[in-house]
């Protein structure tokens, strides 16, 4: 048999856990034509010997819902070895959008995930080729993707849609909520892989309001979600608040008959239940998983650290002293971060004796960028506060006002404790997520997430084996969200293949870019190890570089009802 493309003599992990075999693997027709034995000749090969052939990796947890209308290629996903995506997660999303709400949508998506809006008023612009949910998927399609792409629809775009500005304000009325089922069930139609929401109070968008989906009841969201159940397809995801949480998913799984996955179950999230919580819901999320319902929480194999400014100080927006801030502009910011009266609330919330989730977290902050002072760069907070002898938010709020707010801070915030992050890792009927590549490009970069479980805990910790990590990247993501046609080296699925050097698998430290639209800047992490990307049959990535043309035909597929098959 003639074959495209053959991946020869390396060790084929095909997703499902089982132990790797040393063998080819034969690609025809952008799909798996053969595997561990391929006689026949191929019109392309790739020696893998010594390498490690997988399927290609599932980011379930992205917000590339914007930067897919001016990055075909989605970066930096694809230099990890990702082939799929998911986006609009959080409820978060570009549509639908009335064209009057897309200003709003965007300084929503500004606020809520660190996206630049410079970035994105130069980007996507105001003149978008798409209003609803369909129409963007057809976008995306015509646009061309390096990598497969899949979309959930999102609870703010459709509030904002149907309420306009009141959406940040007030519960829907029945007849408003009979409107939004019915842009959910057309969403769904269109290919979408299911319904997102959130109810978190660090979700703070334009002027200090509420995200839309946070103006929502509970009822109103279970009502959007039994759409999918009278449809029998989709996920729903949520990101969890006080009114929506465990006895909710499970309540909505019951009802609807599908899966709900939550975001995000953590080490060190000691705010929502108390010292040592994350032992708490990993055992009842694993009682709710013995049971047969699918509520299903996402987990990092990373530490989230955040970057900020005081000038867009996401971190903090959910405290009600932040509220001033947030509706302020920059000289206003400056005004109220120089008082004593704010100071004092703040340390009152967030200081050292406070008592409260950031009270130990200045001894975890570094000063990160420092114009004023560039000796301070790399130095933690609490320990420079305590030569200079003041508070660290003292110190913090000066360092922030002597370089117009453009100082920018390190902190950690979860998942910091690597024998807690294993618990998490090893947990029954957890599903591998929360990488937000495309969000908070400026504070972090968790893109990488797949390279470093590849890293740290496979090479370095042997903490997890690397069929089980491969499982984690593929087969379970592509399980949880309804992915039917890629996520295992099976032939007749999708040629998704990433080859790997186990040895060699990894990501740099991270580095600050300025390659945005606008010249705005992000974080990014360089990977190494990565020997090839293969999307569809087709070689996007090689050594590390491009080896498809950015503005040629590109090989992802829009993945609507979960499979590039399966037409709107």
């Not at 996206?115 to 609803?132: T, V």
């Not at 509520?295 to 405290?319: A, D, G, I, W």
Request: proline letters at 5%; glycine letters at 10%.
């Amino acid at each position: 048999m003639e074959y495209d493309l053959k991946i020869a003599n390396g060790t084929i992990i095909d997703g499902t856990g089982q132990p790797g075999v040393t063998g080819d693997l034969a690609i025809k027709d952008g799909k798996i034509a053969a595997s561990g034995k391929a006689p026949g000749k191929a019109r392309d090969t790739i020696d893998a010997r010594g390498k490690i052939v997988a399927p290609g990796f599932i980011d379930i947890h992205t917000h590339y819902d914007a930067q897919v209308m001016w990055d075909r290629m989605m970066t930096i996903s694809p230099w990890r070895g990702v082939t799929t995506v998911v986006t609009g997660n959080c409820g978060f999303g570009v549509a639908p959008t009335r064209p009057e709400h897309r200003g709003l949508i965007m300084r929503t998506l500004e606020k809520v995930e660190g996206m630049s809006l410079a970035a994105l008023e130069e980007g996507l612009g105001y003149n978008w080729p798409f209003e609803s949910f369909g129409q963007y998927l057809d976008a995306v399609e015509r646009r061309g993707t390096a990598i497969n792409f899949g979309a959930l629809v999102g609870h703010t775009p459709i509030r904002m849609y149907v309420m306009g500005e009141e959406s940040t304000e007030r519960p829907a009325a029945e007849a408003e909520i009979a409107q939004m089922r019915e842009i959910v069930r057309s969403a769904m139609k269109a290919g979408a892989l299911g319904f997102a929401t959130s109810k978190s109070q660090t979700h703070v968008g334009y002027s200090g309001k509420p995200v839309p989906s946070r103006a929502a009841d509970v009822a109103e969201i279970k009502a959007l979600a039994a759409v999918l159940g009278e449809m029998g397809e989709g996920i729903i995801q949520a990101t969890v608040g006080r009114e929506l949480f465990l006895k909710e998913f499970v309540e909505i799984a019951q009802a609807t008959g599908r899966p709900v996955t939550w975001t995000a179950l953590l080490a060190g999230m000691s705010g929502m239940a108390g010292p040592d919580s994350h032992q708490k819901l990993l055992r009842e999320s694993e009682a709710i998983f013995d049971r047969g319902i699918a509520v299903v929480p996402q987990v990092t194999c990373r530490p989230l650290n955040f970057e900020f400014t005081f000038k867009e100080p996401f971190l903090f927006e959910s405290m009600p002293v932040f509220a001033g801030i947030s509706a302020a502009d920059l000289e206003g910011k400056k005004l109220i971060y120089a008082t004593t009266d704010f100071r004092g609330a703040f340390k009152s919330k967030a200081g050292a004796e406070s008592g409260g989730p950031f009270s130990n977290r200045w001894d975890r902050t570094t000063i990160s960028y420092c114009p004023s002072d560039p000796s301070l760069e790399e130095r933690v907070v609490s320990e420079v506060a305590r030569e200079r002898r003041c508070d660290p938010i003292d110190l913090a709020l000066d360092l922030a006002l002597a370089s117009n707010l453009e100082a920018r801070f390190r902190m950690s915030i979860f998942n910091d404790d690597e024998d807690q992050v294993a618990e998490l890792l090893h947990g029954r009927g957890t599903v591998l997520g929360l990488s937000d590549a495309g969000a908070h490009a400026s504070q972090l970069c968790d893109a990488c997430f797949s390279t470093y479980l590849l890293q740290r805990w496979v090479r370095e910790k042997k903490a997890i084996s690397l069929e089980r990590a491969i499982w984690m990247l593929t087969a379970r993501p592509a399980e949880v969200f309804g992915i039917k046609d890629r996520g295992r080296l099976e032939v007749g699925l999708a040629a998704d293949v990433t080859v790997f050097d186990p040895d060699k698998v990894g990501c740099s430290k991270l580095r600050r870019v300025n390659d945005m639209p606008g010249g705005q800047d992000r974080l990014v992490a360089d990977a190494s190890g990565i020997d090839a990307v293969i999307v569809n049959g087709t070689l996007i990535r090689h050594h590390g570089k491009d080896a498809v043309a950015t503005d040629g035909p590109l090989p992802g597929r829009v993945l609507r009802h979960g499979s590039a098959s399966q037409a709107a």
